[in-house]
């Protein structure tokens, strides 16, 4: 078991660094491809776009000094990406062979740029930054979207072969969730089980030992099962996982509707707002 394809974003931002040192850990791990896909906005496109809406254009000059800011973005993203790979003694740029790290060229809206390469991606890879920056929406993306497996590195990657704690409640998003981590929950020192049942009841189908019977079935051990106490759920959950040493924390995200879970909150809202709680790999 293990991620052969993964991708990373990068939109120009000191976070970037981070994803880029998580992604670079699982190639070495792995002997993996990572494709840094540029996800910052294509600015000279959007503002002309918006003059044609509001029926006017906009001086040369601009449209110049966009496109020079936009070239000198990618051409920071490079110069990170070098450094990372220098840093972990990962080869860098197009070629055979792996592990290896390229850089994509920009391929304009980030959304279609992420829609071409998450097609046959085995992971996406982001750091907690890009939940607070204003590109936050392409964890939107890359969660409903694309229907892709998303992990959002915190702390130091070497983490990730640590304390694993699975939330399991039993639903497709959880069951989900736990076929993509696979690879990492097969490294990892140990691997716990946690459920919240308080506010609700949990069926037959959270059952762990339904669980741990497909673990052992993939040949990566059983999880030590532990309620957590309190509430909200999402709270109770990360507040185990950090009593507990957990480093790597999977989870179902979004089980509810979004709406449902923008308007009343939720664990979802619980995981991605813990900044210095474990890495969390999520599937819708």
Avoid at 44 to 62: C, D, Q, R, V
Avoid at 191 to 217: C, F, H, T
């Amino acid at each position: 078991m293990s991620y052969k394809h993964i991708v990373t974003l990068a939109v120009g931002e000191p976070f970037d660094r981070q994803s880029l040192k998580f992604a670079a850990w699982l190639a070495l791990q792995h002997e993996a491809r990572v494709t840094v896909v540029p996800a910052y906005p294509d600015a000279a496109t959007n503002i002309a776009a918006l003059g044609a809406s509001a029926g006017g254009a906009y001086p040369a000059e601009i449209f110049e000094a966009l496109s020079r800011a936009m070239k000198e973005t990618q051409s920071h993203i490079e110069r990170t990406c070098r450094d990372v790979c220098e840093e972990s003694d990962l080869t860098f740029g197009p070629g055979d062979g792996a592990p290896r790290l390229v850089l994509s060229e920009y391929g304009g809206a980030p959304s279609f740029a992420l829609a071409r390469h998450l097609a046959l991606a085995d992971l996406v890879v982001v750091s907690q930054g890009l939940l607070t920056a204003a590109d936050r929406h392409l964890v939107g993306q890359v969660l409903f979207g694309e229907r892709a497996p998303l992990l959002i590195g915190r702390g130091d990657p070497d983490a990730l072969s640590g304390v694993a704690a699975i939330a399991w409640d039993g639903s497709a998003q959880a069951g989900r969730a736990v076929r993509q981590a696979l690879p990492l929950i097969g490294t990892s020192r140990a691997i716990l089980i946690l459920q919240a049942p308080e506010g609700r009841q949990l069926d037959k189908d959270a059952n762990p030992e339904r669980l741990n019977a497909y673990l052992r079935a993939h040949g990566v051990g059983a999880g030590r099962h532990i309620l957590a106490e309190g509430s909200p759920e999402g709270d109770a959950l990360m507040d185990a996982a950090r009593s507990n040493d957990v480093s790597l924390f999977i989870a179902g995200a979004y089980g509810r509707s979004q709406l449902a879970e923008y308007l009343f909150g939720g664990a979802t809202r619980s995981f991605l707002k813990a900044k210095d709680g474990p890495s969390l790999l999520l599937m819708h």
